[in-house]
């Protein structure tokens, strides 16, 4: 597995959030003003008293709740596991650019008593967004902190009024290979489709992501709209979604498709069940060159430990 980030000799702690960038940015350009002030006063007939430059803005600098920071921009953007484009994750990003993202419609439908066929517009201005920075685990084990944009998908399922018969909730992938180029892989099963339980699709920390970092979320990043589900690996979390679908039978997800004994249905961060290529035990963040701890249900276990009580993970991995 490649890593355009492996030769960064800093640590994710010194990789400058966006926020705090562009905050120094805008200190620097007023200290410059002030400081050409300064010298033009050195030359005038009379002494100016220049006032000390302005105290660095108060940003606070993003960080996870265990105060982990959140990935730089560039990390975020710029390294993405999206097959729909390309399995290189340095190519995704010049490779979705023009991807078209608007105009953008999500369905959802199947057992609710409102069925409705929602423009992106549209949930942008039903629910108001919240910024959550969780952290990213994918399954080949490496790991970011992404401050994202968005809401609770359990707000989408209530004002669709999931029938008693519903148990699970299927999404499903735009299908365009004339702009996916991924998409004409013949060894997987497109469009790419994903599913939850529906107890943990109305979990408060899944939520439908439609922004990073305060602004629109990108074509690389899974643009217009995603689902992120953060105490499990990363390809649960379905990018470009255009049908959720409410069911009473377990759906089909690609990755347990295309290879059963390796990705599981649910697919929770857990460090006691290796993958069967590689350990699970420990993950190395972007922009770090050490290995940490994985952390079981990826430190999320307070929130979502109950749903899986009397479940043997080891066969429900």
Known sequence: ???????????????????????????????????????LAACAPSAVDVAGVPDLPAVPVKTDEFGDPANAFKDIT?????????????????LSKDFTTSPWTVEVY???????????????SMFPQEERIYRL?????WSM????????????????????????????????PEEMKGQGSPFYPWPYQEGLRLDEAMNDLTILSTGIYGET?????????????????????IKSI?????TTERPATLWSTVTPREYGFYANV?????????????????????????????????????LYKDMDLRLYF
């Open 1 to 39: 597995m490649s890593n355009p980030l492996k030769s960064v000799p800093v640590r994710s702690y010194e990789i400058t959030p966006k926020d705090v960038y562009l905050s120094r940015r805008d200190f620097i350009k007023a200290a410059g003003v002030i400081a050409g002030s300064a010298v």
């Open 78 to 94: 710029n390294y993405n596991n999206y097959y729909e484009f390309s399995t290189n994750k340095e190519a995704v990003a010049p």
């Open 110 to 124: 199947g057992l609710v008593n409102k069925p409705k066929t929602f423009g992106v517009e549209d949930l942008l």
């Open 137 to 141: 685990r994918c399954v080949e084990a």
């Open 145 to 176: 902190i992404i401050p994202w944009n968005g809401f609770p998908l359990a707000s989408l399922l209530k004002l669709v009024e999931p029938t008693s018969d519903a148990k699970y909730v299927r999404f499903e992938t735009v299908y365009r």
């Open 217 to 237: 979320i990108l074509p690389q990043n899974g643009a217009p709209i995603r689902l992120v589900v953060p105490w499990k690996y990363g390809f649960k979390s």
């Open 242 to 246: 255009v049908k959720i679908e409410l």
């Open 270 to 306: 857990n460090p006691e069940v290796d993958h069967p290529r590689w350990s699970q035990a420990s993950e190395r963040r972007i922009g770090e060159l050490s290995r940490r701890p994985t952390l079981m249900f990826n430190g999320y276990g307070e929130q979502v430990a109950s």
